[in-house]
């Protein structure tokens, strides 16, 4: 199974801002490169770009949820 990890400890956002939709939801198709959301540390926002292509079966983690460095993010299926 095809993973999307953390690549850093931080604030998982799956939204660039509150009022924005989600870079990807559940079924969404992802290619390699693709942000699926942002991690906060410190003030500073990274985005975290999908390094495998697939679709989006399921989020681990919550929006605004606190994440650990190598954390699974989300799972892919082909």
């Known amino acids: 199974m095809k993973q999307i990890l953390s690549p850093l400890p931080g604030t998982f956002y799956r939204k660039p801002s509150p009022?924005?939709?989600a870079y990807?939801?559940?079924?969404?198709?992802?290619?390699?490169?693709?942000?699926?959301?942002?991690?906060?540390?410190?003030?500073?926002?990274?985005?975290v770009k999908s390094e495998a292509e697939g679709k989006i079966k399921a989020f681990a983690i919550e929006n605004e949820d606190p994440v650990t460095a190598g954390q699974v993010l989300a799972e892919l299926e082909d």
């Open 19 to 21: 009022e924005a939709p």
């Open 24 to 47: 990807k939801s559940e079924g969404d198709s992802v290619a390699v490169g693709d942000v699926v959301g942002l991690i906060e540390v410190m003030k500073s926002f990274h985005e």
